[in-house]
């Protein structure tokens, strides 16, 4: 409850500011905070990655391991996703089971991935029928300043650039660099009275919690969309939403291109 | 102004081995006075005490705060005022309580005002009044909120930080010991008060604050006569 | 790292532990394994701190005193104190099951009740103290890397407490007493023993983790608490040094 009071002080600052056309922050309607991504940083997870997104901070570890293939797909390997949204994040977080936002979370960044084809699974066959590499990617949220969303996807992606699969280790080979062969980039907004602020806060979040996020690859297709919220979205700025992601795709997509 | 060093103390530094020295942020035991938070050293002829850098806003006696009124009852109000307790302002401690009227058309959920510390039992349970001439309903103006540690900062020694801002904006100010300040006058001049008084809060009491932040008021003072000079809105 | 010891583990035999007189990592048997401490890391928490204690990384938090929610468990004359241990799933070697284990609940307990008796529970009635502590990568000792990381949270985050909480274990390897045990020396050693101290004003005062694994004389044990007191003290001075650093433009007046 503690928090609560924060939220409406900030609520009213954030719809004042707006009607001058101005975010609290002094960015643009379209910017993003200050980005930093480093990668490798758990020795012990076969790829890995930090992602900052102003004060908001993801880590994302990538296993893998040998597993059985799924029945109709028995030569190609297996994504699992999965969020931790730890309480250590934020202090509306529970410990607990993955709640809705988790599961949400978890599976949109998923949907990028595997939409885009980012990770040729052909490549992760082991032996066809019974052993196949699985890759685990862990979401694990350190400190919720809003857009967790965004930071995770970028984490993921470069965790997998960063990854090499153990082979070695599971005795199936020599090690190599898991191919990764896209770029899928999501982007999310916040809808407040018809205006649509890119990568918002968590005090511009006090106003509502109605995001849209669009996943786009690197020839600009959409791979990955998703309304978070009850809101009603209007076709108008339903393709403002789809330019403005494409655009701002594009620029972070350069940032994934030093790691 | 001399230039006083204050050293950072631990949980559990030996202050003083003179138990009538103890002050705030300290405790005693077997005859000593050890630091209790995170702080600074404050060491004078009359005892040692801690001033707390960070902490979570824990009500006393006297306080103005500024709230939130998060539920209405058949006898008053629950109004948040950013600390682990919760605060009860009774019906008969608001003056403009008058038999005949709503008590939502008095103070409705959502409403903030600025109210008194009147009572805290053993329990914690606080009790509020605004039947002093600082306290009313807030209708108007904005609320910053800061940490509540800095707001002896903020308030400056004798209350010139606030004496300042105050004459050189031509605004009201009234901080909440819970760290949250009001802020009422001209918009821009607000939000000068407002990055103003983020600066104070962040700055050591270093010598010649006073003056950057007049410098700094003046600067922004300046910004806003252009904007109108020049025909912007 | 020696290749002899990595050829025997493979096999599943136990390696040898101390060859030289020297650790396998290079060790002597009274060193601790490179340690980084930063205090405040974190925007949301109200206290954090970040460190690594050989390849152990670990994220601490503390959020409170603040409001116990539900009602019913709020105690009406102290603030209740949660320790929440977790391991993210890729800290291991083999990913791990996210979510709480047996051995996370048991640590998540021992630790709590290393800090409980010097937080001073009773100036916060009817609230909560809630610490959350994250490993990031696992190498052995993540308990007593947790228990320090905490602490420096809890001072950062402002709670009133008696003193500070200094953690580190001890392990009989190869039949000799070694501090701050990594992760080979954890795995094939005869005992384990993770300590925990109450220090103020720079002294030790009071034990307030004990655990031991394994077999050992009651006189190897008292060795061992010294070692530990020894080993604490350093880690105790690097923890005062992560919160000074993160304050010290407060000092001048």
């Known amino acids: 409850m503690s928090d609560e009071i924060l939220m409406d002080i900030k609520k009213d600052y954030v719809l004042s500011k707006l009607r001058d056309g101005e975010r609290i922050d002094g960015r643009k309607f379209d910017e993003y905070r200050k980005i930093e991504i480093e990668t490798g940083i758990i020795s012990k997870a076969e790829g890995s990655a930090l992602v900052k997104i102003g004060n908001t901070q993801v880590v994302v570890g990538v296993k893998m391991q040998p597993g059985e293939p799924f029945p109709d797909a028995p030569d190609k390997g297996i994504i699992i996703t999965n969020a931790e949204l730890v309480p250590l994040a934020s202090p509306t977080f529970e410990p607990g089971p993955p709640d809705e936002n988790a599961i949400e979370l978890a599976r949109v960044v998923d949907r990028g991935i595997r939409e885009s084809e980012a990770v040729d699974l052909s490549k992760l066959c082991i032996e066809e029928g019974s052993k196949v590499w699985l890759i685990f990617i862990d979401i694990h949220a350190l400190d919720d300043d809003g857009n967790l969303m965004d930071a995770s996807a970028l984490a993921a992606i470069a965790a997998l650039l960063n990854t090499t699969v153990p082979a070695e280790r599971f005795e199936v080979g020599e090690d190599f660099p898991l191919p990764v062969r896209d770029l899928p980039v999501a982007v999310t907004s916040l809808i407040v009275n018809n205006n649509i602020l890119v990568d918002p806060c968590r005090d511009e979040v006090s106003v509502g919690e109605n995001f849209m996020t669009i996943t786009t690859d690197q020839d600009d297709n959409i791979v990955a969309m998703q309304k978070s919220g009850s809101y009603l979205l209007s076709e108008e700025k339903f393709y403002e939403l789809i330019d403005i992601s494409i655009a701002k795709a594009r620029e972070i997509r350069e940032l994934l291109k030093d790691v | ?233 | 790292m020696n290749e002899e010891a990595e050829i025997l583990k493979r096999v599943g035999e136990k390696p040898q532990l101390i060859i030289d007189g020297k650790r396998l990592d290079g060790r002597d048997f009274e060193e601790l394994r490179p340690i980084k401490i930063e205090a405040g890391v974190l925007k949301r928490a109200d206290g954090s701190c970040y460190l690594e204690m050989g390849k152990n990384k670990v994220v601490a938090a503390v959020y409170g005193p603040r409001e116990v929610h539900p009602r019913h468990l709020q105690d009406p004359s102290k603030a209740i104190i949660r320790y929440r241990y977790n391991m993210a799933p890729f800290s291991v070697e083999e990913r791990k099951r996210p979510g709480p284990d047996r051995r996370s609940i048991e640590i998540s307990k021992v630790s709590r009740e290393a800090l409980e008796p010097i937080i001073m529970k009773e100036l916060f009635p009817r609230s909560g103290i809630d610490i959350f502590v994250e490993v990031l990568q696992a190498d052995a000792g993540t308990r007593t890397a947790c228990l320090n990381a905490a602490s420096v949270a809890l001072v950062d985050a402002g709670i009133a407490m008696k003193g500070i909480v200094t953690a580190v274990a001890v392990a009989k390897v190869d039949g000799h007493l070694v501090l701050d045990p990594m992760k080979d020396e954890d795995n094939y050693g005869e005992a384990d023993l993770p300590f925990a101290f109450v220090i103020r004003n720079g002294k030790i005062e009071s034990i307030s983790l004990l655990q031991m694994d394994g077999r050992m004389t009651a006189d190897e044990v008292k060795k061992a608490l010294e070692m530990a007191k020894r080993g604490a003290m350093e880690i105790y001075k690097l923890q005062r040094e992560a919160v000074m650093r993160k304050y010290q433009g407060e000092e001048v007046e």
């Open chain 2, 1 to 233: 102004m001399s230039n006083v060093s204050r050293k950072i103390v631990l949980p559990g530094d030996l202050l003083s081995t003179n138990p009538k020295a103890a002050g705030y942020g300290t405790y005693v035991e077997n005859g000593k006075v050890y630091a209790k938070t995170l702080g600074l050293l404050d060491k004078s002829n009359t005892g040692v005490r801690v001033i707390p850098l960070k902490g979570r806003y824990i009500p006393s006696v006297g306080d103005v705060v500024v709230g939130i009124v998060r539920e209405v009852t058949a006898n008053g109000w629950i109004v948040d005022i950013h600390s682990p307790y919760q605060a009860f302002l009774p019906l008969q401690e608001n003056p403009e309580s008058k038999p005949g009227r709503k008590i939502n058309e008095i103070l409705d959920l959502g409403d903030a005002i600025i109210a008194k510390v009147l009572n805290i039992d053993p329990k914690m349970k606080v009790t509020l009044t605004m039947k002093d001439r600082v306290c009313r309903a807030i209708r108007f103006g904005r609320i910053v909120a800061i940490n509540p540690a800095r707001v002896p900062r903020v308030i400056g020694k004798k209350g010139s930080m606030i004496k300042l801002l105050k004459s050189e904006l031509g605004i009201q100010i009234i901080v909440g010991q819970n760290g949250l300040i009001w802020l009422s006058g001209d918009r821009r001049k607000v939000s000068i008060a407002e990055e103003a008084i983020y600066i104070i809060e962040e700055e050591a009491h270093t010598e010649g604050l006073t003056d950057r932040i007049t410098e700094f008021i003046k600067k922004r003072k300046g910004e806003i006569e252009d904007e109108r000079g020049s025909g912007n809105p």
